[in-house]
Structure formats: structure tokens, C-alpha cells
């Protein structure tokens, strides 16, 4: 059916598409990418109050869309599984020249991007018409997103749990409908944190998957993964295609896949042998019931599918791991405070960034290099560790987070040490970490509620993303999920913003 006069009904309509079935609808001459567009600039108006896009870039999405149009290049189909679908880019790590780039900082409010990251030239070479940014903490500190810059992103599901971080902007966009997808960022968690909040599908790629290009070789010393927040897993396996790949130059990269990710998922795994733990592996309170019953529940569903599932918890230097990660963050906000005095022309000072910003500053400018490198050591060492007991394994099944989805106010707040606010964060997220330091592949799915309703992830990892994406496909038919809509779904009434 061809949408000739778009109306708020018909934008709610297309926003009920995932991005593949959007791109279908294009290529089939169902509805063009500057109807696809409109639709989404209706979704996003109604759904202001969430905070989710704080920056617009509308005209550049016209003028994308309607190129494509006039090229032809979407009714050929050879445009691609994605073209013509309306994007968002997290305002972190996905860089558009010419585009502002806050960063979530408060010291970066004027701060315009130089270059386009290579991530970005991807999901424009694959189609995806890109018409905003989203909120995000600053610098992506946070597994919350509640900047004091742009203030707090409201979750669709409530206003009174975060939508997580630091991907948060991103994750509030996709589960309200404004957009099938939206970019992300993972250092700790933070695509599979907002993801578990938000009742969404959240990859994080193997190390190595994608590129840094063309400012850097990787991220935190390649904690730093980039992928999407979807709903659907075909989605998020169509936009790991678009941007898997390495760019010349790059200091090392992963084993391209044997097959498309989009082709991939379409095929069930073999059985496979999956490791379950529920317990956290930092010390802390116990896993929130709630929790341990969506990963019990989610065991007991692949045993159905036919795989084999064991209990047993991997053993890791907790304390080692969480002081890397604190050393390797305080380093990296070292980067951020330079990057404010060039563009400030002078000499940041505490209140240009958030409480917790500067503590992490203040430590990262007295941090000594034998630290540092005692910090990648670490990680390598940690790594070894962690992967020596999966030998064996094709998985490891966890919670994302080790309790329904929090409040605001709690993973942004300033402690005396770096070291003291990741204790917190881990209390909460638990295995999201271990991810990051290993290189994992790590994927996040809404399979799981609490008693009140709210979403709860549960998480898989894997050495690589295929298998994972092949797991979370036959999880997605078994447990349905696309089809939920929260209170925020962009076309209900709005339940206001977050609690003050």
C-alpha cells in the first residue's frame, strides 16, 4: 500500500516495522525513504518528552532520503537490506562532520564534529538516512543517562527507572518506536545495559568487529565496542553486516564471518554445550529473584531447543578487574578534559563537567604510566583466565543485570574514587563487564519481567557474534518479544517525564 498523504495513524503504523521489514516495504515501492522519514519526524514530535534526540539534523535527512528516492536505487533492491530506513546516531562515537557533538558534556556544548566517523560512512553507504543524535551521559561514563547538560532521557516503560546508559538516548528512541534502530556504544555494558532496561535486543561485537577510523585504532584499550539497539534480531544481524569490517590501517581486526549475519540467523544452530551462571562475579547483594527466574526460565527454554546447558560459575580477580577498569577510565577522561581545553581555549575547570567526570579527571591526570600498564596487563591476564574455563563451552549464559531496572540518580553519582563508582556500577551490572575485558561477544535479550511488568535482559556470550545472533534468533520465536509495547509507545497517551 502506498502512503500518499502520511498521516500520525500511518506513522504510528510503519513505526510498528522493524528496520528490515521498513526497507522491504521501500524496495517493494510500498512507501519511499522521505515517507519512511516523515513518518518517524511525526513519531519523533510525539515523543519529545522522552529526551531520547537532542540534537536534529532533519534537513540532511530530507535531503538523503529524497536523493535515494530520485535515484531509483531502492526499487532495484541492490541498495541493500537497510536502505531507505531512518537512523539515529548515539552523540558519542559516531561522529557526522559538520554535525554538533556534545558529547554529554557540558564543556563540548558548542563542540562541532571535524570528520565523520568510519562506523557512520558505513550506515550511509548502506542506506539508513540519518536524521538526528541521541542522549547520551557525558563522555559515556554512565550506565544511566541523565546528563546535566541535556537532563535525563525518560525510559517508555517508566518514568521512574533509568533506560540505562550510556547508549540510553538510543534505547528510549527504539523502545517507544520512534525509530526500528538507533547506534550504540559498549564499554561496560553500555549498548546491553540500556538495552535490559529498555526491553530490547543489544549486541555488543566481538573486539575487533569494526573499526575505529579515522581517529583512533580502538577504544579504553578495546573495551570499547559500537553496534545498535533493535528489536529485532535480524535487525540488529543486518546492521552488524553493514558495518562489520576493517578499515586500512587498523591495528588488528576479527575474522570476517563465514556468511552474512542477516543469512546467518535465518538457520538454527547445531546443539550447542552452554555454561549458566546467575550469580554475579564481583562481590555484592545476591541477584534479584526476578532475574534468576528469566535466566533459569530462558536454560530451560534451549534445553527444549536442544541444547545443553550446565551450571557453574567462571572464577575471575574481581578486584583486579574492577581496579583495571577504574584505571583504564580515569586515563581515558584525561582525553576528554584535553579535548574541552582545545575547543574551550583555556583550561577546564571542575564545573565544566559532571561531579563524577572530574573525579575521574582528577585521578587520570596523577595516574602513572607503570599504572596504566599495569591495568592492560590485567585485563590480558584476566582474559586468560575467563576463557581457559569455557574451553568446552560454545556459550555462557548471565544475567545483563543482576537487578530489575534501577532508579535514577544511582550510576551517575560521584564517589571518592573511580574505583568506589564502579563498585557500584558492577553491583548492579555484574557480567556486562567481563564482555568488555575479554573482547566477548555479549548480546542482551528481553526475555524476562519483573512482577510489575518492567523488562528484564538476559545475556549470552560467545567468542563471536554468530552463534550468539543464531541462539538469540531461536529465542525470539520461542519467547516472543517484538510484539510488547510499553507504556511510552509512541500513539499511547504520555505518562510525563521522570520523577523529580
Known amino acids: 500500500r502506498i502512503i500518499r498523504t502520511m498521516d500520525f495513524a500511518d506513522a504510528v503504523e510503519l513505526g510498528d516495522v522493524d528496520a528490515v521489514g521498513q526497507a522491504a516495504l521501500a524496495a517493494a515501492g510500498e512507501v519511499t525513504a522521505a515517507e519512511l522519514l516523515e513518518a518517524a519526524l511525526l513519531r519523533l514530535d510525539a515523543g519529545r518528552d522522552l529526551n531520547a534526540v537532542i540534537t536534529d539534523l532533519f534537513a540532511r535527512g530530507q535531503q538523503q532520503a529524497a536523493d535515494l528516492d530520485a535515484s531509483g536505487v531502492l526499487r532495484t533492491g541492490a541498495a541493500g537490506p537497510l536502505a531507505g530506513v531512518p537512523f539515529l546516531l548515539k552523540d558519542l562515537g559516531a561522529s557526522l562532520a559538520g554535525a554538533p557533538e556534545a558529547m554529554g558534556s557540558r564543556a563540548l556544548r558548542t563542540h562541532v564534529a571535524a570528520e565523520t566517523a568510519w562506523i557512520v560512512e558505513r550506515y550511509l553507504d548502506a542506506g539508513l538516512v540519518v536524521f538526528g543524535k541521541t542522549n547520551t551521559p557525558e563522555w559515556g561514563n554512565h550506565c544511566t543517562t541523565e546528563p546535566s547538560l541535556f537532563g535525563p532521557t525518560v525510559n517508555p516503560w517508566s518514568p521512574d527507572i533509568t533506560p540505562g546508559g550510556s547508549s540510553g538516548g538510543s534505547a528510549a528512541a527504539v523502545a517507544a518506536g520512534i525509530v526500528a534502530a538507533a547506534s550504540g556504544g559498549d564499554g561496560t555494558g553500555s549498548i546491553r545495559v540500556p538495552a535490559s532496561c529498555c526491553g530490547l535486543v543489544g549486541l555488543k561485537p566481538r573486539r575487533g568487529r569494526t573499526s575505529f577510523a579515522p581517529g583512533a585504532g580502538h577504544g579504553l584499550e578495546g573495551l570499547v565496542n559500537e553496534h545498535a539497539l533493535t528489536r529485532t534480531v535480524r535487525d540488529s544481524a543486518a546492521l552488524l553486516d553493514a558495518v562489520a569490517g576493517m578499515a586500512v590501517g587498523d591495528p588488528y581486526s576479527a575474522p570476517p564471518p563465514a556468511e552474512p549475519y542477516l543469512q546467518a540467523v535465518a538457520t538454527p544452530p547445531r546443539s550447542q554445550r552452554i555454561l549458566m551462571a546467575t550469580a554475579s562475579p564481583f562481590p555484592g547483594p545476591a541477584t534479584d529473584p526476578a532475574v ?12 527444549e531447543l536442544g541444547h545443553a546447558i550446565e551450571a557453574g560459575t567462571p572464577r575471575i580477580d574481581a578486584d583486579a578487574i574492577a581496579d583495571a577498569v577504574a584505571v583504564l577510565h580515569t586515563v581515558s577522561n584525561v582525553a576528554l578534559y584535553d579535548l574541552a581545553a582545545e575547543h574551550l581555549g583555556r583550561q577546564p575547570r571542575e564545573d ?36 581457559v574455563q569455557l574451553v568446552g563451552f560454545d556459550a555462557l ?14 550510576l551517575d553519582q560521584p564517589r571518592a574514587t573511580t574505583r568506589a563508582f564502579f563498585d557500584v556500577e558492577f553491583a548492579t551490572t555484574g557480567w556486562t563487564s567481563l564482555a568488555n575485558v575479554t573482547g566477548w561477544a555479549a548480546i542482551s535479550v528481553p526475555v524476562g519481567e519483573t512482577p510489575d511488568g518492567l ?22 520465536v520461542a519467547l516472543p518479544w517484538a510484539g510488547r509495547r510499553p507504556p511510552g509507545w509512541i500513539g499511547r497517551p504520555s505518562f510525563g517525564g521522570p520523577h523529580k
Request: proline share 10%; net charge negative; charged share 20%.
Open 352 to 387: 565544566d563537567f559532571e561531579p563524577s567526570t572530574w573525579v575521574m579527571i582528577r585521578e587520570g591526570l596523577t595516574t602513572s604510566g607503570a599504572r596504566y600498564a599495569g591495568a592492560i596487563a590485567a585485563v590480558h591476564a584476566q582474559t586468560r583466565r575467563f576463557a
Open 292 to 303: 534468576v527466574t528469566a535466566v533459569q526460565r530462558t536454560a530451560s527454554v534451549l534445553e
Open 455 to 476: 523488562p528484564i535482559g538476559v545475556q549470552l556470550m560467545a567468542p563471536d557474534e554468530e552463534i550468539l545472533l543464531k541462539l538469540a534468533a531461536q529465542l525470539e
Open 397 to 410: 549464559l548471565v544475567p545483563t543485570l543482576l537487578t530489575p531496572p534501577p532508579p535514577y540518580r544511582l
